[in-house]
């Protein structure tokens, strides 16, 4: 368990240390390692960042295996909080029973994830990238309640948090998600793999386990006494879900909420997603916010991040007021980002995009998933 990992990377010292307990996790894990690797330039497009897992690799194999070890243990005893035991997220326990799993950017778990526990059973709150970080998430889990893990809640359809499923389905959990995200699941996540996908690309997308029960505006699960609200929110994707424990104070966000990262704006309609974060701050001004990507949240982190979006909005709106367009409106913004919100995450990997995409948004030319036919409550 950890409990601090945010301050721990603020100081260079502490940067060292995660770097090192990155290369002994990827001496434990090599095969996986490569397998990430191999994998990266499929997966840039899709969160971005992955440059630092093949330079980490680079520099471990030429880095004595003897330095390795030493490195290894100084971390096992340092009181760094990085998870010793687990590579690929940290579980920090924010509320009885309620505990968010954080992952690195880059990471093979490769978003946010979290589970609730209630009286007589479990809810988790997305599957991370893909099956083998979804396992030690369950194993997580196990080290904490042998309740069963009864409910799975997908927050949107994007394949890093939805890559996992088969694992909690197989365990006997339920998927809930919003009533979009079956229609999308098994043909927007192809997107991420470029405009020719592999057959192994193909092959993983078509093999995500889709929801068991979808709503389409909001619902409650019980979990014994404890009950937990799941909430349609636009901005995101048109598929997105927030989950709130209210008797805990947490609000899980999804992809609804960045901490710190530039945000992935690919399926974005920026001006919902502003009024959905009014919204979040307005009913839950002082909750522990559990972000997509990034850290957990503050009240404040959520409110710089709708800030983060009105100040891409306004500063593109008015390059292209000023007769500006394609990379004339990036070269006029991207500065003015660099110098704000430069130091956050995933801004080499999303800045640009995020100029482009809020751009055709303004013009109305973007292309974002469009629902099925809904019916129902
Ligand atoms: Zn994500």
Redo the contacts with the bound molecule.
Sequence with gaps: MDFGSGLGRAVPLAVLAGKAQSACDSTRYQLSFAETNVRSADRIPF?GNFGASVNLSVNISRMKSRLVAILCSWILLSSFSFAADNPDFTVKKLAEGVYAAVSGDGSKA??NAGFIIGNNAVLVVDTFEDVAPAKELLAEIRKVTNLPVKFVVNTHY?L??TGGNAVFAQAGATIVAQRNLPGWLHTENLKFFGPNPKPEAKARVEALVPPDLVYTKAVDIYLGSRVVHVRYMLGHTGGDSVVEIPDANVVFGG?LVWQKHLP?LIDATTDAWIKSLDTLLQEHPTATFVS??GDVATPQDVRDFHDYLIFLRDAVAKAQAEGKSGQQVVDAVLPQLQEKYGSWGFFKAFSTRNILQTAAELKGEKKVPVPAEQSGN
């Design positions: 969160i490769g978003s994007h890093d948090h992809d992935n997509g990507h």
